[in-house]
């Protein structure tokens, strides 16, 4: 079937369209010219997937937002590059798009959605099982399109249902009044880089620590600084991308040190990082004489869930001001809040330039990730 390259009234790319239908190639992924895929990742930072596959892969077409939905990308390359794919650190979960079609949010939209599936070539194995993620105002719960098209499913190919471990996952996900129908590549989430030994109660997707680390313009060689490191994870994950980058974590918490110290052993990379214990707003008490950094990337407490909220204006301008004399002239900062005011109001006043801010999801809550330079 011929694929068309450009973008359709529906607003997805790549997609031949029949009797209302988008169906990008046949059966097997083995016969694919080019795959239309999916991916997932954290809203926000849908550019930095694309900016990630297009240096990794032979990127051949690329849509932040697919679906006008945040936190999904889509992406077209040749099949050689499939398994570079899963290499990416930007991305969650990998969908190989086989349909999508318009749906209503009406109950009759379940109908739409059991016709709709019925009507696409899906490869099975011997099991399967439908996932759905739903986005938008419907009449219906993701548990009802799942029970539609698994029915569907069932009535053409016969194939058994497998809740637990089924040999194909076929996602069917309605993002608004779309319906997006593809086999999920990927079992278990990409942000899972190795098993933790340690469970910080507040621990950052390392998805987002690449993110971060990326847009403070990280490279092999610099001094990579986190003051509020908890189990390490933005210390773990630089040294596991960038080469020869001298990595160090602060935390105030003992039982943090001890837990990040044996994160980066079950990561493998032990000997790369050096994590101290101390007071993020002292650090001329903590770091050794004489060293700066090039790049400070750190995720700053919300004070939320700790209920130190009070405390966070003293601790934010504390932190900054003892961090600004271990600055290197070109250093860059890169901090996570959700209190953005409070942030930039405290690190304009210290003497910091605001140079990039990005709105994130992180755990439900809107976040910011914010770019400084000191001025």
Same mark, same amino acid.
Do not use: K, M, W
């Given at each position: 079937m011929m694929i068309h390259a450009g973008v359709i009234a529906s607003g997805v790319p790549g997609f031949a369209v029949k009797d209302g239908i988008m169906n990008p190639h046949g059966l097997g992924l083995e016969a694919a010219e080019e795959h239309h895929l999916m991916v997932t990742?954290?809203?926000?930072?849908?550019?930095?997937?694309?900016e990630e596959a297009s240096e990794r892969l032979d990127l051949r077409g690329s849509q932040p937002r697919f679906g006008?939905?945040?936190g999904r990308v889509y992406l077209r390359i040749p099949p050689g590059d499939l398994q570079s794919l899963f290499k990416m650190r930007s991305i969650e979960h990998i969908i190989r798009l086989l349909g999508a079609f318009p749906v209503r949010g009406t109950e009759a939209g379940l109908d739409e959605i059991y016709r709709g599936v019925s009507e696409l070539?899906?490869?099975?194995?011997?099991?399967?099982?439908?996932?759905?993620e739903r986005v938008g105002t419907?009449?219906?719960?993701?548990?009802?399109?799942?029970?539609?098209a698994g029915q569907a499913v069932v009535d053409k190919y016969g194939? #058994? %249902? @497998?809740?637990?471990?089924?040999?194909?996952?076929? #996602? %069917? @996900?309605?993002?608004?009044g779309l319906c997006v129908v593809g086999i999920q590549l990927t079992r278990n989430s990409l942000r899972i880089r190795y098993p933790r030994a340690f469970q910080h109660p507040s621990a950052l997707n390392p998805v987002i620590a690449y993110a971060m680390l990326r847009l403070s313009g990280v490279q092999a060689g610099d001094r990579v600084l986190d003051a509020f490191c908890g189990g390490g994870t933005i210390i773990i994950e630089a040294v596991q991308v960038w080469r020869d980058i001298e990595a160090v974590g602060v935390d105030i918490s003992p039982k943090c040190v001890d837990g990040a110290r044996r994160n980066s052993e079950a990561a493998g990379v032990s000997s790369k990082v050096r994590?101290?214990?101390g007071d993020s707003t002292r650090l001329e008490s903590v770091l050794p004489r004489g060293w700066t950094?090039?790049?400070?990337v750190s995720n700053l407490p919300f004070g939320i869930r700790s209920g130190r909220r009070k405390s966070l204006p003293r601790i934010y301008s504390g932190f900054l001001a003892s961090l600004r004399p271990r600055l290197n002239e070109e250093a860059r900062v890169c901090l996570l809040t959700v209190h953005k005011g409070l942030l930039r109001s405290i690190a304009e006043r210290i003497g910091y330039e605001v140079l990039d801010s990005k709105r994130i999801i992180n755990g439900g809550l809107v976040a910011h990730i914010m770019l400084f330079r000191p001025s």
């Open positions: 990742t954290i809203p926000g930072i849908e550019d930095i997937v694309v006008g939905v945040g070539a899906i490869p099975l194995g011997s099991t399967f099982r439908i996932t759905c419907h009449e219906y719960t993701s548990i009802d399109v799942q029970r539609a194939t #058994r %249902v @497998d809740l637990r471990n089924p040999e194909t996952i076929v #996602r %069917v @996900d309605v993002l608004h994590f101290i214990l950094a090039d790049r400070v």
